[in-house]
T-cell receptor, first 113, second 113 residues
Framework: ETGVTQTPRHLVMGMTNKKSLKCEQH?????MYWYKQSAKKPLELMFV???????ENNSVPSRFSPECPNSSHLFLHLHTLQPEDSALYLC????????????FGPGTRLTVT | AQTVTQSQPEMSVQEAETVTLSCTYD???????LFWYKQPPSRQMILVIR??????QNATENRFSVNFQKAAKSFSLKISDSQLGDAAMYFC??????????FGTGTSLTVIP
């Protein structure tokens, strides 16, 4: 396992619920990412944070709301989701100014009913 | 925008044999990084190998090696002496100089005993 943890690992929620996904990295990295992984599609980069500042929002619907209180923690707040939002949500971290790879968490398997 | 294409959704290889996974990308940048990630079933995505675009020498990590053709924008992964534990989804990824990551759709590798 890597130094990136995600909770919960599985989540089932109704379309009217509000829930949050949590990511924590223990690697001392300064960049964190949220990805959506759907079957037969490339990983979709959702949000990027560098030094706690959001630097990318790739046209993500407002029903997804990220929060980065510090460089080790990243949240994804969910509300009024749609069934097509069901996917594996991956968190990753990296050293933003180094050409190194991202370290991924195990993901949260989200099912929207 | 950069795109990463993996044209082989599924591949299979006999145990102990060699297999090559294909990846092409589109970019106008000259400075970038390329990665192959492995995602075993229900497990975290981990880095297999990386290549800096400015390096002409192909990267090698034990049984894994790449064939990097910068002019052709091709970055294939060769797995030698395939083992059962190599069975996984393999993702090709591109990292721009601006720290943006782009992933392909993945290749599912089956290793036949």
């Amino acid at each position: 396992e890597t130094g990136v943890t995600q909770t919960p690992r599985h989540l089932v929620m109704g379309m009217t619920n509000k829930k949050s996904l949590k990511c924590e990295q223990h690697l001392g990295h300064n960049a964190m990412y949220w990805y959506k992984q759907s079957a037969k599609k490339p990983l979709e980069l959702m949000f990027v944070y560098n030094f706690k500042e959001q630097t990318e929002n790739n046209s993500v619907p407002s029903r997804f709301s990220p929060e980065c209180p510090n460089s080790s923690h990243l949240f994804l707040h969910l509300h009024t989701l749609q069934p097509e939002d069901s996917a594996l949500y991956l968190c990753a971290s990296s050293q933003g100014d180094d050409p190194y790879e991202q370290y991924f968490g195990p993901g949260t398997r989200l099912t929207v009913t | 925008a950069q795109t990463v294409t993996q044209s082989q959704p599924e591949m299979s290889v006999q145990e102990a044999e060699t297999v090559t996974l294909s990846c092409t990308y589109d970019t106008s940048e000259s400075d970038y990084y390329l990665f192959w990630y492995k995602q075993p079933p229900s497990r975290q995505m981990i880095l297999v190998i990386r290549q800096e675009a400015y390096k002409q020498q192909n990267a090698t990590e034990n049984r894994f090696s790449v064939n990097f053709q910068k002019a052709a924008k091709s970055f294939s992964l060769k797995i030698s002496d395939s083992q059962l534990g190599d069975a996984a989804m393999y993702f090709c990824a591109y990292r721009s100089a601006g720290n943006q990551f782009y992933f392909g759709t993945g290749t599912s590798l089956t290793v036949i005993p």
